[in-house]
């Protein structure tokens, strides 16, 4: 059985279709007091 998605995936992703691709994905990885790695997945 699959682990079930994090929420902060869908909050990365959010935060990402709002900036239009913009914001690096290491910015997002901050606001989200994530490391960098967990985010590029």
């Known amino acids: 059985m699959a682990r079930q998605r994090s ?4 909050k990365a ?3 990402y ?4 691709g913009e ?4 910015e997002i990885a901050e606001e989200l007091n994530l490391k ?3 985010i590029r997945k």
């Open 23 to 26: 914001k690096p994905l290491v």
């Open 13 to 15: 992703f959010e935060i």
């Open 7 to 10: 929420p902060d995936r869908d």
């Open 17 to 20: 279709k709002v900036s239009k």
């Open 36 to 38: 960098p790695s967990q």
